[in-house]
């Protein structure tokens, strides 16, 4: 037996041209569909940086006290 798969290139969302409340909340919601969704995508990415480099921040200051805590963490010993 043999199956094949038909695609169709077509949108999926379309522009409605209704004027009820619905249809005009839908239309808005459709703009995040296309170029602020990179927009978007950049912010989460600098954000997720700034989570990193504060993450990071801590691990490096508590790396120069030579804190115990880190010590515990890593598994490391202190160099004498």
Excluded: M
Aim: aromatic fraction near 8%; proline fraction near 4%.
């Amino acid at each position: 037996s043999s199956k094949s798969i038909q695609t169709i290139n077509q949108p999926i969302l379309t522009y409605s041209e209704s004027v009820t409340a619905r249809a005009i909340f839908y239309d808005r919601i459709y703009c995040f569909d296309t170029v602020p969704l990179s927009l978007l995508n950049f912010i989460n990415g600098v954000i997720a940086s700034i989570f990193i480099s504060i993450l990071a921040l801590n691990v490096i200051r508590e790396r120069i006290s030579h804190s115990k805590d880190l010590q515990l963490l890593t598994n490391t010993s202190k160099k004498p």
